[in-house]
Nanobody, 130 residues
Framework: QVQLVESGGGLVPAGGSLRLSCAASGRTFRSDTMAWFRQAPGREREFVAG????????YYANSVKGRFTISRDGAKNTVNLQMNSLKPEDTAVYYC???????????????????????WGQGTQVTVSS
């Protein structure tokens, strides 16, 4: 079964840090563009960060730039999101997503569209208290 499974969410005070992980299984994901999205109650799902298949290119939403770092480990089939200086407005369910088609080794504005992704995890809750 091809799937993405997120972990690492939890409750953290403002200014704290969390590290989310996404474990991919069922096939190789080495050619996939991967990303993290989030969705807060009553709001649309929004792009957080994306990473190209080699890991050499990353792209961030302006709201998290300088605070979050996306990375991947091809050998372990994992994608991580290190979140520092967390704010209450970062509270949301965080989702891992993958694009299975081969794309150039570069991510940019185009990666923000959720409709480009054909595989999603079940999400992990991140709550930042003020």
């Amino acid at each position: 079964q091809v799937q993405l499974v997120e972990s690492g969410g939890g409750l953290v005070p403002a200014g704290g840090s969390l590290r989310l992980s996404c474990a991919a299984s069922g096939r190789t994901f080495r050619s996939d563009t991967m990303a993290w999205f989030r969705q807060a109650p009553g709001r649309e799902r929004e792009f957080v960060a994306g990473i190209s298949w080699s890991g050499g290119s990353t792209y961030y939403a302006n709201s998290v730039k300088g605070r979050f770092t996306i990375s991947r480990d091809g050998a372990k089939n994992t994608v991580n999101l290190q979140m520092n200086s967390l704010k209450p407005e970062d509270t949301a369910v965080y989702y891992c997503a993958a694009i299975s088609s081969s794309l150039p080794d570069r991510v940019g504005e185009w990666a923000k569209a959720p409709t480009r992704y054909d595989l999603w995890g079940q999400g992990t809750q991140v709550t930042v208290s003020s």
